[in-house]
């Protein structure tokens, strides 16, 4: 089953795609990834949760390598509009908009778009490649896990994605735990007691994740647009000249994609880092690396190759924990869970053995999306540039519109929608305070999964504390969910206590707060 | 005080009722240790907490460049805030080709395209015709058809 035999898996697996049904929903993915990419403020974990109602009658292989190739073309389209609008088109392609601008700028943004694409191939094929021998690895390891490891290990994710997610540690906190109590909300399946529903019989089935993911991202960015789509300036660059690299700019990029690549990866596989973090990064690295490094800013090529290249190869490292562990580090990842959840499937070491086309399936068409996405987006790209006209407020009142849709066709209820557009306000809010917004997605995933595992490693252990301390693997995670704890607060302590002492040093002038 | 001060103490306050909440969860009398309110009363104490520490360190104030610190166009943002509860109001009652209509053309004027009046109002009733079309035929997902059938 496994070892030697991946490469027959992967055959296996590239005979269950490369049928013309299966290769429609990978292209079907790979052009719907691309168009959210390229257009701003719509990603993939928000197009992931509003395909899902319609999804549900396919084959769950048709849906996957759908969302697949969904996951993987964002992270292409994303590049188009940083290099070329200076608005970056996902939240992962901010860095690639510095350099990439200016190279626009200077006439040679055919070969930012050139060096973001080809990078984004080898990263992504590379990540796919490291998914297929990692994954593996990982199951062989997880099957001896338990309740009280998948506890410890939910909790670890959760308490990175705390550590990780934006500047301040209190707000990702709070983020994580409002997400965790809506998942808390709705009939508990284990005593069948009703959670915080105050007597409305709507919320005894609990707040969806899905809605929560729609109503945080799509519903919360339509509301910010009201508030700022008539006072933003965007400077747009018409593409100049044409899509090749000259040979300089081949010998600077290959160094940048590499290292973008290996960061990514290891960025991609961690969990509540995820694809922003991944190609800042990256960014950073070529700071110190690149040959090009006292160019970087003014539109220096590695700034966009290595970036790029560093949220592909982590969109595949996302892959590793959910698909081995059935645990998600990402919005988009969490929403992927979700999907799998309404098949009646679980990630994790079973499904390898038990939904092995699937899993191989999903992975064959991951190869198949990076090809057809190199296609689509280097040759094709003044088609999707074409997307960029489409005009602002039809586009968000179009997005308001199919995320009522979807959340009304999930449930045929309008007081979902009710509850929508208070989450909608809500991500409003969130995102003016600048709270991070994929924990709570991730809170409301994890939440009832959490609570799940952590009853039944007590009803095993009968009611000992110790059991999450005296397994060997469930020790080591535990140890490391304190440390993770421990870290950011230490931290703000001691930046603290420093501002302290600067303040009677006299160095006032850097105290703002 | 800064408005991220008055977040906290929001957060903390929030963090409150969901201990009460908790409060109304019936305990179960049956074996198990864990009964359905230690999760909700382990969140709510979080909540608690990351509003009191984010009273605490409430961080540097944000850059005025930055989209915290950027003037917002309240009036919009009230205006899509009610077009949004209208629609839920209006869906079974006006059908859903109607009520989306009015979405889609009220949304993109809220939103600044006051010059496209004409133009907008072909992109909503065409849209809105499709969905309907496409989620009640193709897709056998029912969406409400209003007085007018449709």
């Known amino acids: 089953m496994f070892g030697g035999d991946i490469w027959a898996n992967l055959i296996n697996g590239f005979s269950v795609v490369l049928t013309p049904q299966h290769l429609l929903f990978v292209m079907l993915g790979v052009t719907i990834g691309t168009a959210i990419g390229v257009l701003p403020g719509i990603g993939p974990s928000l197009t992931i949760s509003l395909l899902l109602p319609v999804t549900f009658g396919l084959e769950p292989i048709s849906a996957f390598v759908m969302f697949g190739g969904i996951f993987y073309g964002a992270m292409y389209g994303g590049s188009t509009t940083s290099i070329l609008v200076n608005t970056p088109g996902e939240s992962s392609s901010v860095v690639t908009a510095i350099d990439g601008f200016q190279m626009a700028k200077k006439g040679r943004g055919g070969a930012a778009l050139a060096t973001a694409a080809i990078g984004s191939f080898f990263a992504g094929t590379f990540a796919t490649l490291m998914l297929m021998l990692m994954a593996p690895l990982l199951v062989r390891f997880a099957l001896q896990f338990g309740a009280p490891e998948y506890f410890a290990l939910m909790l670890l994710a959760l308490s990175a994605v705390t550590g990780l997610a934006g500047q301040s540690a209190p707000k990702a906190f709070f983020a994580t735990l409002l997400g965790l109590a809506m998942g808390m909300v709705g009939i508990d399946l284990q005593t069948g007691q009703a959670r915080f529903t105050?007597?409305?019989?709507?919320?005894?089935?609990?707040?969806?994740?899905?809605?929560?993911?729609?109503?945080?991202?799509?519903?919360?960015?339509?509301?910010?647009?009201?508030?700022?789509?008539?006072?933003?300036?965007?400077?747009?660059?018409?593409?100049?000249?044409?899509?090749?690299?000259?040979?300089?700019?081949?010998?600077?990029?290959?160094?940048?994609?590499?290292?973008?690549?290996?960061?990514?990866?290891?960025?991609?596989?961690?969990?509540?880092?995820?694809?922003?973090?991944?190609?800042?990064?990256?960014?950073?690295?070529?700071?110190?690396?690149?040959?090009?490094k006292h160019e970087l800013g003014q539109g220096a090529i590695e700034g966009v190759a290595g970036p790029e290249a560093a949220n592909n190869a982590s969109a595949g490292g996302a892959l590793v924990p959910l698909l081995a562990l059935g645990i998600p580090g990402s919005a988009t990842t969490a929403v992927m869970l979700v999907a799998f959840q309404i098949y009646g499937l679980r990630p994790g070491p079973l499904l390898f053995q038990e939904q092995g086309d699937l899993v191989w399936g999903l992975i064959a068409s991951l190869y198949i999306a990076n090809l057809a996405l190199l296609v689509l987006n280097l040759p094709m790209v003044r088609i999707w540039i074409k997307l960029l006209d489409v005009p602002k407020p039809v586009l968000y009142a179009g997005i308001l519109t199919f995320s009522l849709l979807g959340v009304y066709a999930d449930?045929?209820?309008?007081?979902?929608?009710?509850?929508?557009?208070?989450?909608?306000?809500?991500?409003?809010?969130?995102?003016?305070?600048?709270?991070?917004?994929?924990?709570?997605?991730?809170?409301?995933?994890?939440?009832?999964?959490?609570?799940?595992?952590?009853?039944?490693?007590?009803?095993?252990?009968?009611?000992?504390?110790?059991?999450?301390?005296?397994?060997?693997?469930?020790?080591?995670?535990?140890?490391?969910?304190?440390?993770?704890?421990l870290v950011p607060i230490f931290n703000a302590v001691w930046k603290a206590s420093r501002r302290r002492t600067a303040v009677t040093a006299g160095a006032v002038g850097e105290i703002e707060d | 005080m800064r408005a991220i001060r008055w977040v906290a103490l929001a957060i903390v306050m929030f963090g409150a009722f969901y201990l009460w909440g908790a409060l109304q969860i019936r305990e179960s009398t049956t074996y198990a240790a864990v009964g359905p309110r230690f999760m909700p009363n382990a969140i709510g104490l979080g909540i608690v907490l990351s509003g009191v520490w984010l009273f605490a360190f409430p961080g540097a104030p944000p850059a005025p460049d930055s989209p915290q610190a950027m003037s917002l166009d309240w009036v919009s943002i009230g205006l899509m805030v009610l077009l949004v509860a209208a629609y839920v109001a209006l869906f079974r009652v006006a059908g859903y080709v109607l009520a989306t209509t009015l979405l889609l053309w009220g949304g993109a004027q809220i939103l600044g395209d006051r010059h496209h009046l004409v133009r907008d109002g072909v992109i909503a009733v065409a849209l809105a015709v499709v969905i309907y079309y496409v989620f009640s035929q193709l897709l056998r997902i029912n969406l409400p058809p209003g007085p007018l059938g449709f």
């Open chain 1, 198 to 292: 105050f007597g409305n019989l709507n919320l005894l089935g609990g707040i969806d994740p899905v809605m929560v993911a729609i109503g945080l991202f799509a519903v919360g960015e339509v509301f910010w647009a009201a508030g700022t789509l008539k006072r933003t300036f965007e400077e747009t660059v018409t593409l100049r000249g044409s899509l090749l690299m000259n040979r300089a700019e081949w010998q600077r990029s290959w160094p940048a994609w590499a290292r973008g690549s290996v960061i990514g990866f290891i960025i991609g596989v961690l969990p509540g880092a995820g694809a922003t973090i991944a190609s800042f990064l990256s960014y950073n690295a070529e700071q110190r690396f690149a040959k090009g």
């Open chain 1, 411 to 485: 449930t045929q209820n309008t007081f979902s929608m009710v509850i929508l557009l208070a989450l909608g306000v809500l991500g409003f809010l969130l995102r003016r305070y600048d709270f991070p917004l994929a924990p709570v997605v991730l809170g409301a995933v994890l939440g009832p999964l959490i609570e799940q595992e952590y009853r039944r490693s007590l009803a095993i252990s009968v009611n000992d504390y110790s059991v999450f301390f005296t397994r060997p693997i469930a020790l080591v995670l535990m140890t490391l969910v304190i440390m993770s704890f």
